[in-house]
């Protein structure tokens, strides 16, 4: 009887209510923006701004994706994700404010086969956070231990003809949190399980600002990589180390 009453749940109740997000991030407190934009649950997502804790130094990843990430800032625009390799179990999603000091989050999971709709009106067109301002990735595993996916988003109501024309280009986006002096990095795909670097290519020919976003062209390999990035804080003696792995 238990196992009928599963089926027939599972014909009756759409697709979408059966995969509903992750519980939204206690860890975030809320702004002291008005409610109605503060980080909440908002359909298959948790969305808002919030109010930031102080954090220390760090290189940290923003951004993994495939293609260009652009849209109209109208109330109107639902944006789709999703991920750009067919993997196994869910995909953790996460796009994050690049402006230094704005603090912005959207959480959510999609599968292999089943894009996320991302309405934008309800938090990006009233705080006026347009493509250029939003880094976006996806992982799949614990939180502790990521293996990153890059993610495809598009805006629902452009032509498939344009969509297909846009760069395919996976572009990984790393952000110090101080005032660096360079910055390297270097790949290797995964064989048995290790990792065999080659040199370490230079980012940038100049310092680089806390807050200032840097993209990375990733080579055209399939499989799984290990990347690698460094960066040297400015006038002290500190290396801000950045190590993960993700499926191309």
């Given at each position: 009887?238990?196992?009928?009453?599963?089926?027939?749940?599972?014909?009756?109740?759409?697709?979408?209510?059966?995969?509903?997000?992750?519980?939204?991030?206690?860890?975030?407190?809320?702004?002291?923006?008005?409610?109605?934009?503060?980080?909440?649950?908002?359909?298959?997502?948790?969305?808002?701004?919030?109010?930031?804790?102080?954090?220390?130094?760090?290189?940290?990843?923003?951004?993994?994706?495939?293609?260009?990430?652009?849209?109209?800032?109208?109330?109107?625009?639902?944006?789709e994700v999703s991920a750009a390799k067919a993997v196994q179990g869910p995909v953790y999603v996460r796009?994050?404010?690049?402006?230094?000091?704005?603090?912005?989050?959207?959480?959510?999971?999609?599968?292999?086969?089943?894009?996320?709709?991302?309405?934008?009106?309800?938090?990006?067109?009233?705080?006026?956070?347009?493509?250029?301002?939003?880094?976006?990735?996806?992982?799949?595993?614990?939180?502790?231990?990521?293996?990153?996916?890059?993610?495809?988003?598009?805006?629902?109501?452009?032509?498939?003809q344009t969509q297909a024309g846009q760069e395919q280009t996976v572009f990984l986006t790393v952000r110090?949190?101080?005032?660096?002096?360079?910055?390297?990095?270097?790949?290797?795909?995964?064989?048995?399980?290790?990792?065999?670097?080659?040199?370490?290519?230079?980012?940038?020919?100049?310092?680089?600002?806390?807050?200032?976003?840097?993209?990375?062209?990733?080579?055209?390999?399939?499989?799984?990589?290990?990347?690698?990035?460094?960066?040297?804080?400015?006038?002290?003696?500190?290396?801000?180390?950045?190590?993960?792995?993700?499926?191309?």
């Open positions: 009887m238990r196992l009928y009453l599963i089926l027939a749940l599972l014909i009756i109740v759409p697709r979408h209510v059966l995969s509903q997000p992750a519980v939204c991030d206690p860890k975030l407190l809320t702004s002291g923006a008005k409610e109605s934009l503060s980080y909440q649950l908002r359909g298959e997502r948790c969305e808002g701004v919030y109010t930031a804790e102080v954090a220390g130094e760090s290189l940290e990843l923003v951004s993994l994706l495939q293609g260009k990430f652009q849209f109209d800032l109208q109330p109107d625009v639902v944006l796009a994050v404010a690049l402006p230094p000091k704005t603090y912005y989050r959207m959480d959510s999971q999609i599968s292999s086969d089943r894009a996320m709709l991302w309405p934008i009106k309800e938090v990006l067109v009233p705080t006026g956070l347009n493509s250029k301002d939003i880094g976006i990735f996806g992982w799949i595993g614990p939180e502790n231990k990521k293996t990153f996916v890059p993610l495809k988003v598009t805006q629902r109501n452009i032509s498939p110090p949190s101080v005032d660096v002096e360079s910055i390297y990095w270097r790949w290797s795909q995964v064989k048995d399980q290790e990792c065999h670097f080659g040199k370490w290519q230079n980012l940038s020919e100049t310092p680089v600002n806390a807050g200032r976003r840097v993209p990375i062209a990733l080579p055209g390999q399939e499989g799984e990589l290990c990347v690698e990035v460094k960066a040297k804080a400015k006038d002290i003696d500190l290396w801000l180390p950045l190590n993960i792995r993700l499926l191309m």
